[in-house]
Nanobody, 134 residues
Framework: QVQLVEFGGGSVQAGGSLRLSCVAS???????????MGWFRQGSGKEREGIAS????????YYADSVKGRFTVSRDKVNNTLYLQMDNLRPEDTAVYYC????????????????????????WGRGTQVTVSS
C-alpha cells in the first residue's frame, strides 16, 4: 500500500509563508499509468476541500480558485516527494492539510483528481495542521 507522511505544518501570521512536504513510499513507477498526487484541506467544522494536484512529470496541474496565485504545487521525482509552497497566507487557510496519491492517466491528475476524491484506491496521509493568525 502507498504510505504518505506530511511535514511542514505550523503557526504563521497572515501574509506569511509555509512549505509543506509529503513523502511517499510504496508508490513505484508504472508504465501504464502515471502517479497523481495532490493536497486537500479541512478546517474545523468544515468539509474537505481540494487544493491542488499534479502529475508525475509536472505537465498537468490544477489549483482551486481559493488558493490560485498564492500556492504552488511541485514534485521531486527522485525522492517521490510532493510539495506545497503557501504564500500570502490568510486566516481562512487555517486547516489540517492532507496529502493524497493515486495512479491514473495524466489527464486525471488535474481537475478530476480534485473534484473526484472518493476513489477507494486513493491513499491519504494523516495530515498536518496549518494555523494562520490575523
Amino acid at each position: 500500500q502507498v504510505q504518505l507522511v506530511e511535514f511542514g505544518g505550523g503557526s504563521v501570521q497572515a501574509g506569511g509563508s509555509l512549505r509543506l512536504s509529503c513523502v511517499a513510499s510504496g508508490f513505484p513507477y508504472r508504465s501504464d499509468k502515471t502517479r497523481c498526487m495532490g493536497w486537500f484541506r479541512q478546517g474545523s467544522g468544515k468539509e474537505r476541500e481540494g487544493i491542488a494536484s499534479i502529475s508525475a512529470g509536472g505537465t498537468v496541474t490544477y489549483y482551486a480558485d481559493s488558493v490560485k496565485g498564492r500556492f504552488t504545487v511541485s514534485r521531486d521525482k527522485v525522492n517521490n516527494t510532493l510539495y506545497l509552497q503557501m504564500d500570502n497566507l490568510r486566516p481562512e487557510d487555517t486547516a489540517v492539510y492532507y496529502c493524497t496519491a493515486a495512479y491514473g492517466v495524466a489527464s486525471y491528475c488535474g481537475r478530476g483528481f480534485i473534484t473526484q476524491p472518493d476513489d477507494k484506491s486513493r491513499s491519504w496521509g494523516r495530515g498536518t495542521q496549518v494555523t494562520v493568525s490575523s
